[in-house]
Structures are given as C-alpha cells and as structure tokens.
C-alpha cells in the first residue's frame, strides 16, 4: 500500500494563506482530516487536496425544478429532507419523491450530489402552494399522494430546552401542517422525537413557574393541538412511538411518526419486522457486529476522542460504559458529572458488538453522548456511521467531518422509512396484515394514538378542575 505524503500544519497555512493557529482550528474541529502524534498534527496531501477541493466547490445549490421525467404512479414530496434517510427509506418501499425541501446547506449539497434530478427548495416560509405544486412538475390538478417530513425537532426535544410552538421552530411545524392543508395530499407523515409526546403548547421555564400551569402550559399540549387541527382539516390520524429496531435498523432510536389520511381513515400501525428476542415469530434485532460487517477498516474518517479520555477508553471492553471502571477511577474520570443525578449512560460509552447501536448523535465524541468503537480508541466513523443509519455506501454526505455526523445523526434510519412507505401502499390497496398481539413497539407504554389520546386529555381535564376548585377555594 503506498504511503501518503505528509504536510505540516506550517506548509498547510502557507498553502491556503492562512494562519498556523487556523490551521490547527480546521484539525481540531474536523473540518480539515488529520491525526495528532504527541503535540504534533500529520496531515495527508490527500486530505489536504479533498478540503480544498470541497471549499472550492462549496457554493450553495440553488432552488430548482425537478426535472422534465415521466411523473411516477405515486407522487410524493419531501419536506425538512435532510440527508434524505426518511425518502431513502420511502423509495426503497416503492415511492420516489419528486421534491425535497432543505435549508441547511450542507444537507443541499448532500442532496444535489445523489439526487441532482429532484426539485430542491429552501426555507419553506419562502414558498406558497402552488410554487410547490410547479417546482415538483405538478399541476393544479395533479393529485399528491403523500407529504412526508420531519419538522426540526429540537423544540421538543427531551435532551434541550423545549419551548414548544413558542419556539420559531415549532412555529415551522405549524408551517408544514399549513402546506398539508393547502396542498392536500392523500397521505401525511409526520416525523419527530419522542419529545413531542409530552411537548406542551407553551413552555414555562421552571425557574418561572411562581404559579400553576396553565392548560396550555401542561405536558401533551402541542400533540393535543397537533391533531385537532389536523382532524379539522378531515385528515384521520393514527400514531405511535417506533423503535427502528423493530424494523431491521441496526440500532435503537426511538422516533415518534404520525400518519394522516385525508378522507379521515386510521392508518393501522408500521407492521415490525425484527423483535428484541427473536420472539413473535419475528428475526432477532441487527447488530452493530451485522451493520458494519465487511466495512473496510482502512477506509475510515472520524473525529478523535481528547487524550485525557483515551486514558478511560482503554481500561473499558465492548459495551462497557464509565460504570465499570473502578470507584476511584469513576470520579477522577467523570470529575462533577460524577455527583449528577441520571443515569449518565452516554458518558465514556463503547458500543457492544451484539447489539443494535444506541441512538446516534450528531456529535459522537461530547463528554456525556459518547459513541465509543467496541475496541478501537476513537469513536463511530462516518462510515460506521452510514451503516447504522443504513445509507448506502455510495451515498455521498457533503459537508466537513461534523458536518457529515450531523446530517447521519440526524436522519431517519432507511428501514423505518421504508416500514412508513410499507403502511401507506399496503391502506393503499386494502391490504392489511395482523400485527402480532401484544407487540411493544417501544420501552414505553401508552405511546400509541388510542391510548395517548384518551390517558392526555383526562390528565389535562383533571389537572384544570384541580386548578378551577384551588381558585375558588381563594375566593371563599
């Protein structure tokens, strides 16, 4: 194998007419590929050549109309598309999108780079209806099949400050609902974190909280609201909180995905195709050992873990976590952390050979969401990464190093996607199957439409006579 030549971060900066410091800046933040030896950076020629390349050609891709195809027998648009893992999963269940819609630029470019033909649009506030309806090669009268999106999440999410519709973000989500009403497609899905499901309408800080909540401020309100609208608007709407283990995903990533039917039927649920156990007459969950089987290991780009970390990485085995160091070791390693409440799982974290990854994250190597090799000292590559999501590996993710683990992290695993595709052409065509008995689709209960409905609505009818009987009791 022929050794790469190797440049200094001294010749880098004199090459790119930059400072040594901001060479060292791109190293360390992954957007430049190289290896630190001691204090030391060694960078290849070759991923010198590749970061130029990529700055040269990083110019935003512009809105386009699809191109002029034959329309295919279902007609399907993609909203917050990201690196398109949702419409991966959708195509390879027998439905190709004509649209995908994406701000982010790292994501366009994804998107333009394996998808050129496809119509691309921007910010969604920037387009009515009909601009949609041309774009896509569509006219007035051209019925659309399905609008699937994930409306960005991070309002509802568990693991940040969740500010519900306040949020601009939310405010997206309303956007989308709005285009689906406009639009009026036969079929809508809806994707986002399990979050959502105890989301309220409004978020009050809890450092803000001097009085009780008010029914828009309790937990559940924003999926309340969500689909009232949608139900307004004629659609039928069934959900539940899917684990895309149970779909043939090689790792456990929990996702709520609605999805709404205009003449107001209920989509019976994702019909699973693997179990924990191999039970239910179903195959056993994939692995990490099964998702990156025949990766070529020489052909790997990833962040580095700090060294100070390393020295922990080292004393732990596959599927290990900061847990079974010693007691000693466990405080000098975690330091504060070590006192926190929770349960910490993320920190100093190896994967296990023979179980599905955990949820990926759009960093695998901060402090308390590590993503650990089962035995190497670094964490998931992009490759690794590609796999556990279920990407082709020709797929090509834009963007530098952190780039690519956000777009990865962020998207909907392609089997999941394709169980979604899989329910709508089987309540298509009549063609239902039994779901097995009893099957837990996630760890929690009370995540299904039927069940979440009726136990929120009571809780919030419950929790506002309390409120109603508390202030007449002040008033006597």
Request: aromatic share 8%; glycine share 6%; net charge neutral.
């Given at each position: 194998?022929?050794?790469?030549?190797?440049?200094?971060?001294?010749q880098i900066?004199?090459?790119?007419?930059v400072s040594?410091?901001y060479?060292r800046k791109?190293?360390?933040?992954g957007?430049l590929?190289?290896t630190?030896?001691g204090?030391?950076w060694?960078?290849?020629?070759?991923?010198?050549?590749?970061?130029?390349?990529?700055?040269e050609?990083?110019?935003l891709p512009?809105?386009?109309?699809?191109?002029?195809?034959?329309?295919?027998p279902?007609?399907?648009?993609?909203?917050?598309?990201?690196?398109?893992?949702?419409?991966?999963?959708?195509e390879?269940?027998g439905i190709?999108?004509?649209?995908?819609?994406?701000?982010?630029k790292?994501?366009?470019m994804?998107?333009?780079?394996n998808?050129?033909?496809?119509?691309?649009?921007?910010?969604?506030?920037?387009?009515?209806?009909d601009?949609?309806?041309?774009a896509?090669?569509l006219s007035?009268?051209d019925?659309i099949?399905?609008m699937?999106g994930?409306?960005?999440?991070?309002a509802?999410?568990?693991?940040?400050?969740?500010?519900g519709?306040s949020?601009?973000?939310?405010?997206?989500?309303l956007?989308?609902l709005e285009?689906?009403?406009?639009?009026?497609?036969?079929?809508?899905?809806?994707?986002?974190?399990?979050?959502?499901?105890?989301?309220?309408?409004?978020h009050?800080?809890?450092?803000?909280?001097?009085?009780?909540?008010?029914?828009?401020?309790?937990?559940?309100?924003?999926?309340l609201?969500?689909?009232?609208?949608?139900?307004e608007?004629?659609?039928?709407v069934?959900?539940?909180?899917?684990?895309?283990a149970?779909?043939g995903?090689?790792q456990?990533?929990?996702?709520?995905v609605?999805?709404?039917?205009?003449?107001?039927?209920?989509v019976?649920?994702?019909?699973?195709?693997?179990?924990?156990?191999?039970?239910?007459s179903?195959?056993?969950?994939?692995?990490?050992?099964?998702?990156?089987?025949?990766?070529?290991?020489d052909?790997q780009?990833?962040?580095?873990?700090?060294e100070?970390?390393?020295?922990?990485?080292?004393?732990?085995q596959?599927?290990?976590y900061?847990?079974?160091?010693?007691?000693e070791?466990?405080?000098?390693?975690?330091g504060?952390?070590?006192y926190?409440?929770?349960?910490?799982?993320g920190?100093l974290?190896r994967?296990?050979w023979?179980?599905?990854?955990?949820?990926?994250?759009?960093?695998?190597?901060?402090?308390?969401?590590?993503?650990?090799?089962?035995?190497e000292?670094?964490p998931?590559?992009?490759?690794?990464?590609k796999?556990?999501?279920?990407?082709?590996d020709?797929?090509?993710?834009?963007?530098?190093?952190l780039?690519q683990?956000?777009q990865?992290?962020?998207?909907?695993?392609i089997?999941?996607?394709?169980?979604?595709g899989?329910?709508?052409?089987?309540d298509?065509?009549?063609?239902y199957?039994?779901?097995?008995?009893?099957?837990p689709y996630?760890?929690?209960?009370?995540?299904?439409?039927?069940a979440?409905?009726?136990t929120?609505?009571?809780?919030?009818?419950k929790?506002?006579?309390?409120?109603?009987?508390?202030?007449?009791?002040?008033?006597?």
């Open positions: 194998m022929d050794i790469p030549e190797i440049v200094t971060t001294k900066a004199e090459k790119l007419n040594d410091q060479v791109l190293l360390r933040s957007e590929d190289g630190m030896v204090s030391q060694l960078v290849a020629e070759t991923a010198l050549f590749e970061y130029t390349t990529r700055m050609s990083k110019a512009v809105d386009h109309p699809r191109c002029e195809l034959p329309l295919p279902i007609k399907a648009l993609s909203f917050f598309s990201g690196a398109m893992g949702l419409d991966l999963g959708l390879k269940a190709p999108v004509l649209l995908a819609c994406e701000n982010d790292a994501c366009r994804t998107i333009t780079a998808r050129p033909e496809l119509a691309l649009i921007g910010d969604v506030w920037d387009y009515s209806a601009d949609i309806r041309v896509a090669g007035a009268t019925e099949d399905l699937a994930g409306p960005p999440c991070q509802f999410s568990t693991a940040g400050a969740r500010k519709f949020d601009k973000r939310g405010n997206v989500f956007k989308y285009l689906i009403f406009e639009l009026r497609p036969r079929y809508a899905v809806i994707e986002n974190v399990r979050g959502l499901l105890s989301a309220p309408l409004n009050r800080p809890h450092s803000e909280r001097d009085s009780a909540l008010t029914m828009e401020e309790k937990p559940g309100g924003a999926l609201y969500i689909i009232d609208l949608l139900r608007a004629g659609y039928g069934s959900f539940n909180l899917y684990n895309a149970n779909f995903a090689p456990s990533r929990e996702r709520v609605m999805i709404c039917h205009r003449e107001g039927k209920r019976p649920y994702l019909m699973p195709t693997h179990s924990e156990k191999g039970d239910y179903l195959p056993q969950w994939r692995t990490f050992a099964d998702a990156v089987a025949g990766l070529d290991c052909a780009h990833f962040i580095e873990f700090p100070k970390r390393l020295k922990y990485y080292r004393m732990l596959p599927g290990q900061w847990k079974h160091l010693s007691e070791m466990q405080k000098e390693a975690l504060k952390s070590y926190l409440g929770g349960g910490k799982t920190f974290r994967l296990a023979d179980r599905p990854s955990p949820t990926l994250v759009t960093h695998p190597a901060m402090p308390a969401t590590d993503l650990g090799h089962p035995v000292d670094r998931l590559s992009i490759e690794e990464y796999r556990i999501q279920e990407f082709p020709s797929w090509i993710v834009c963007g530098s190093l780039d683990y956000r990865i992290g962020n998207a909907v695993p089997s999941l996607g394709a169980a979604i899989r329910a709508i052409l089987a298509m065509q009549g063609d199957q039994a779901i097995p008995t009893g099957f996630s760890r929690y209960k009370a995540t299904d439409d039927k979440w409905i009726g929120t609505r009571a809780l919030l009818a929790a506002d006579k309390h409120t109603e009987d508390k202030q007449e009791n002040l008033l006597f």
